[in-house]
């Protein structure tokens, strides 16, 4: 069993990160969901810059597994996604309503909703800094900006959970251990 995939074409220094916190990760290509080869996973994430041609070839992929990403989340498990960083995206693989405005700042957040989630950032008293936010939310708005714009949405699906985020920096380690406690092992 695998605690979390990362849903990428090549290697990240992300991956350090799951190292360093004692949480088995496994990069996969978007070719690979599905098939009776994948071990199950408590979370599925997709790194910051996945809609973004200069970083990745995923999307097709992505958008290709609308089905089996669903199913992976309605079973129990964990979908955590960062931003698109493009200028503008809407989510037709999601089974929740969610656009991305690309806007890079640093600033600090607001917590609007009470979520064991929000420990993805250590310090949400400090700036963090982010790529973007999102409109027309379906889910729970956890963090805002200083202007009201939405950077972390939690939405609860069957057993699992969607996390969407434009916060750009790494997780911290409680978030990744919480994920991995909250979310049920099943097969993507």
């Not at 400090?126 to 939310?137: A, Q």
Request: hydrophobic share 40%; aromatic share 10%; with cysteine.
């Amino acid at each position: 069993m695998t605690d979390v995939m990362l849903l990428w074409d090549n290697a990240l220094l992300f991956e350090k990160l799951f190292l360093e916190h004692g949480i088995k990760c496994q990069r996969i290509a978007p070719e690979n969901l599905g098939t009776p080869f994948l071990p199950p996973s408590k979370c599925l994430m997709i790194p910051t810059g996945f809609a973004n041609t200069d970083y990745t070839k995923v999307l097709n992929g992505i958008e290709r597994s609308k089905k089996k990403l669903e199913r992976f989340v309605e079973k129990g498990g964990v979908l955590v996604i960062f931003g698109p960083m493009i200028s503008e995206y809407e989510y037709p693989w999601l089974p929740m309503k969610l656009r991305y405005v690309q806007k890079q700042m640093s600033a600090n957040i607001c917590i609007t909703k009470e979520h064991s989630a929000r420990c993805l950032v250590e310090n949400p008293e400090t700036e963090v800094e982010f790529d973007g936010y999102f409109t027309d939310t379906e889910g729970d708005v956890i963090f805002r900006d200083e202007d009201g714009n939405a950077l972390m949405v939690v939405k609860k699906f069957g057993e699992g959970m969607i996390i969407a985020t434009t916060i750009h920096e790494f997780p911290s380690g409680d978030f990744l251990k919480w994920v991995v406690e909250t979310a049920r092992s099943t097969k993507i």
